[in-house]
């Protein structure tokens, strides 16, 4: 196992465990990223401003990241760009289709118990796992 | 106003989280999706550490009668466990594994100004839109297909 960062994964996890909590027990929202994305894109009158307070933030946050850990953009790995293209079609889909993402069903929801979002976890790990097998171990890590 | 800047904050609070775990760098992902090869567990921490404080946060918010600057608590509604959830998910799946970036790392790395986010980002948002599209296309039809003597603009 390479490059394996348990503390630094541990805090920063942490840190969206408080930011989803305090979304929950002051604003009693749901801090799912492609929910709170989507819900820009097809506005509701009254459920807006908060989800681009909160995009606006995570904004800001990036910026502070480049700031203070630059290390954090230090993709490391990138995949061609068309593949890359296919890809956020297929997270920006399907995440609508099945109702959350890695924080909507993999931080709210396997918090809560919920079935969906145990069912929904446990199915994009693998299909992610998959992907990825396909890729590095069949198609020889060419891409 | 108050409930503004606390959505603000989390954002905020919610990026750093996503840079300090290791959430931002695709290679992270990658590697920890990677259980046949150079399988990197790091990432496993990170939903070990959210999880752990949201799940007491959780249990909390369910004995309070509503949130400190809200009216009341907006959950996602109870729905099935159905096909199309597991559809999609496997979907968002094949995506995070192929690109190596999930929406909300996506979004705080456009910081970075790096033209690869870009081109991820401008792509998760037409997935999204053709999610608008499809499903709209969807239940014309099905109005359609239950009185087609109805005009498409009735459906």
Redesign the interface.
Known sequence: MHNFTPLASLAGGVLIGLSASAMLLLDGKIAGISGILAGVLKPVKGDTLWRICFLTGLLAGGLLLKKLLPRAFEFGLIRPFPLLAIAGLLVGFGTRVGSGCTSGHGVCGVSRLSPRSLVATATFIFTGALVVYLLNHLAGGAL | M???????????????????????????V??F??????????????????????????R??SK?P???????????KP?D?DA?????????????????????P???????G???VL??????????????WVSKLGATTAAWRASPSKSIQDA
């Open positions: 108050n409930a503004l800047l606390t959505s603000f904050i989390s954002g905020m609070v919610f990026a750093l989280g996503l840079g300090i775990s290791g959430m931002t760098r695709p290679v992270k990658i590697s999706l990677d259980f046949f090869g150079t399988w990197d567990a790091s990432l496993a921490f990170v939903m070990i550490g959210a999880i752990a404080v949201y799940f007491a946060a959780y909390w918010s309070m509503s949130p400190l600057l809200a009216s009341d608590f907006s959950l996602p729905s466990l199309k959830l597991i559809l999609g998910a496997a979907i968002f799946g094949a995506g995070w594994g192929l690109g190596g970036f999930c929406p909300g996506a979004l705080t790395s456009l910081a970075s790096a033209p690869a081109i991820f980002v401008a792509a998760m948002l037409v997935g999204m839109r053709l999610h608008t």
